[in-house]
Nanobody, 114 residues
Framework: QVQLVESGGGLVQPGGSLRLSCTTSGFTFSEYAIKWYRQAPGKEREMVALIGPAGSSPGYADSVKGRFTISRDNAKNTVYLQMNSLKPEDTAVYLC???????WGQGTQVTVSS
């Protein structure tokens, strides 16, 4: 059974940091590229970061470039999203995705507010 479980979200003040994790099981994690998306109320789902199977070719949305860093640990079947210099507009549910298989996690809420 395929599972993607996000964690690490929460409430943080503007300028703060959070590290999200997406722990997976049920498929050969190291063979697949992974994406992080976010969904804010009333807005379209937005891809924020992606990473290749071996950790290569990271890519970022312009809105997060220079502030977010995606990484992965294939030994732990886990992908991370380090989020720094957070802004109120980063508030959203963050979800991880295996694009070639259309696997999705349930998401973790990130709220940036003073």
């Amino acid at each position: 059974q395929v599972q993607l479980v996000e964690s690490g979200g929460g409430l943080v003040q503007p300028g703060g940091s959070l590290r999200l994790s997406c722990t997976t099981s049920g498929f050969t994690f190291s063979e697949y590229a992974i994406k992080w998306y976010r969904q804010a109320p009333g807005k379209e789902r937005e891809m924020v970061a992606l990473i290749g199977p071996a950790g290569s070719s990271p890519g970022y949305a312009d809105s997060v470039k220079g502030r977010f860093t995606i990484s992965r640990d294939n030994a732990k079947n886990t992908v991370y999203l380090q989020m720094n210099s957070l802004k109120p507009e980063d508030t959203a549910v963050y979800l991880c995705n295996v694009p070639s298989r259309n696997y999705w996690g349930q998401g973790t809420q990130v709220t940036v507010s003073s």
